[in-house]
């Protein structure tokens, strides 16, 4: 199957195709997800099966709002093994910081974010996965029966002071898990991200489960909703 992300301009209620942006590659899964920032000038487009599922993330910029020519900037890579990087992607309003997930991690997945200053050089900022502290990744409790598929999705807040993570294949209870899902939350403290105190939110045990929780998320620009 062919992905391909577009690129809409809307005017009043009607909205027209201006550009089409696709991969020569049909097997990458170019735009399986795909990120605008607030400003409109930032699009951060993922392809998850990239270098035999290691996933890329390919970011794009155009001058201004008034400007249709969206030029490559650079491409965000993560070679290990096939994590699925750029499985879920968000940018912040200014297109300063993004979230990328890779939930496929490790068996277990994560969530790395990045940032710039000058809209050209993205550093990674901070990590976080399932699996402890370690080289920087922040620690996501990890629960031995049910922790899977983190960063499945990603959200975060326009002023990118606050990142919700999906982990909508997550068994939340320890005496028989089905899939409920969980999803995680983290707060920007100068650029090293901590779990909130009430961290993993999640449905209530009951005897029909809720399934899937947290496949589909969305954040407030202050982060407050």
């Given at each position: 199957m062919l992905f391909r992300s577009k690129v809409i301009v809307g005017e009043v209620i009607y909205w027209n195709i201006t550009n089409t942006l696709n991969s020569l590659d049909v097997t990458v899964g170019y735009g399986k997800a795909v990120t605008l920032s607030g400003d409109g000038l930032t699009l951060a487009i993922g392809a998850p099966n990239s270098d035999s599922n290691n996933g890329r993330v390919y970011i794009m910029k155009r001058a201004s709002r008034n400007t249709n020519t969206w030029v490559d900037v650079v491409t965000i890579?993560?070679?290990?093994?096939?994590?699925?990087?750029?499985?879920?992607?968000?940018?912040?309003?200014?297109?300063?910081?993004?979230?990328?997930?890779?939930?496929?991690y490790n068996g277990i997945?994560?969530?790395?974010?990045?940032?710039?200053?000058?809209?050209?050089?993205?550093?990674?900022?901070?990590?976080?996965?399932?699996?402890?502290?370690?080289?920087?990744?922040?620690?996501?409790?990890?629960?031995?029966?049910g922790s899977a598929g983190q960063g499945r999705i990603v959200a975060l807040s326009g002023d990118a002071q606050v990142l919700v993570v999906g982990e909508p294949e997550h068994s939340a209870y320890p005496d028989g898990g089905y899939g409920e899902g969980a999803v995680w939350v983290y707060y920007n403290q100068g650029d090293w991200w901590q779990l909130a105190s009430q961290a993993k939110l999640m449905p209530?045990?009951?005897?029909?489960?809720?399934?899937?929780?947290?496949?589909?998320?969305?954040?407030?620009?202050?982060?407050s909703v």
């Open positions: 890579a993560e070679l290990m093994g096939g994590e699925r990087f750029g499985s879920a992607v968000s940018l912040s309003t200014d297109g300063g910081y993004l979230a990328v997930g890779a939930p496929f997945g994560g969530v790395e974010v990045w940032r710039t200053t000058d809209g050209t050089n993205w550093n990674r900022v901070s990590y976080a996965n399932s699996l402890g502290a370690t080289n920087g990744w922040l620690q996501t409790p990890m629960e031995s029966y209530t045990k009951s005897s029909i489960p809720v399934l899937g929780f947290g496949v589909s998320l969305s954040i407030s620009t202050d982060g």
